[in-house]
């Protein structure tokens, strides 16, 4: 089985990212870890997904291209929120009207 070292996630992951400190192991010790069968037996694809969401500044360059495609979930745009709707005018509480008048007498 190739190492993740010669067989990167994605062109970008490249030997000097592999070798970045993501807290106290290299980007390539958690790819290995992910990989093994201690480490959950992940498939390269998934251990990479993993490790570059986990530690997105030292290991993000290693994110499958499939992810790289797709924009981050914080950087996506939310369209506005639709105004709220009117107030049921039935509930509210309007003066009452004034009494009509008396018949004018004839």
Partial sequence: RRTTATMPCAPSCTPTVLANRAGAFSCAARL?????TRGGGLTEHAACTTVAGEFPVEC??????SLVAQPHAASRVVPPAAPPPS??????????????????PP
């Fill in 32 to 36: 290995g870890w992910l990989q093994s």
């Fill in 60 to 65: 993000g360059d290693c994110a499958p291209l």
């Fill in 87 to 104: 107030p049921p005018w039935h509930l509210l509480k309007l003066p009452r009207p004034s009494p009509p008048p008396p018949p004018l």
